[in-house]
């Protein structure tokens, strides 16, 4: 099995941005999509974005749509999260993960077969 490694969290101020990476090292032939989610102190892990690894398809939550986009590079095995506009509200542990296999439901956390390590992401205010 592989292993997520997840990059680039960091303070930043509100309306700031931030770039996360997340390094794959297994095969990309048999990945059907990635993810990224956060969670806060206390909180469930909430669903941030997804992105289909052989199609680019991408959805994202409410909460951020329109702020952060998602990406992937498959030669480097690497999916990226842009943040731009970011809102205290943002402040949270990010995570990415690997769904090897075709679902309908990329929102949920349980869909994923392998997950990274975190990156905090703090906005102060």
């Known amino acids: 099995q592989g292993k997520l490694v997840e990059s680039g969290g960091g303070l930043v101020q509100t309306g700031g941005s931030l770039k996360l990476s997340c390094l794959g090292s297994?095969?990309?032939?048999?990945?059907?999509?990635m993810g990224w989610f956060r969670q806060r102190p206390g909180n469930v892990r909430e669903f941030v974005a997804a992105?289909?690894?052989?199609?680019?398809?991408?959805w994202y939550a409410n909460s951020v749509k329109g702020r952060f986009i998602i990406s992937r590079d498959d030669a480097k095995n690497t999916v990226y999260l842009q943040m731009n506009s970011l809102k205290p509200e943002d402040t949270a542990a990010y995570y990415c993960?690997?769904?090897?296999?075709?679902?309908?439901?990329?929102?949920?956390?349980?869909?994923?077969?392998?997950w990274g390590q975190g990156t905090q992401v703090t906005v102060s205010s």
């Open positions: 993960a690997e769904r090897i296999g075709r679902t309908f439901t990329l929102e949920q956390p349980t869909a994923y077969d392998l």
């Open positions: 297994g095969r990309t032939r048999t990945r059907y999509a």
């Open positions: 992105i289909l690894w052989s199609a680019g398809t991408t």
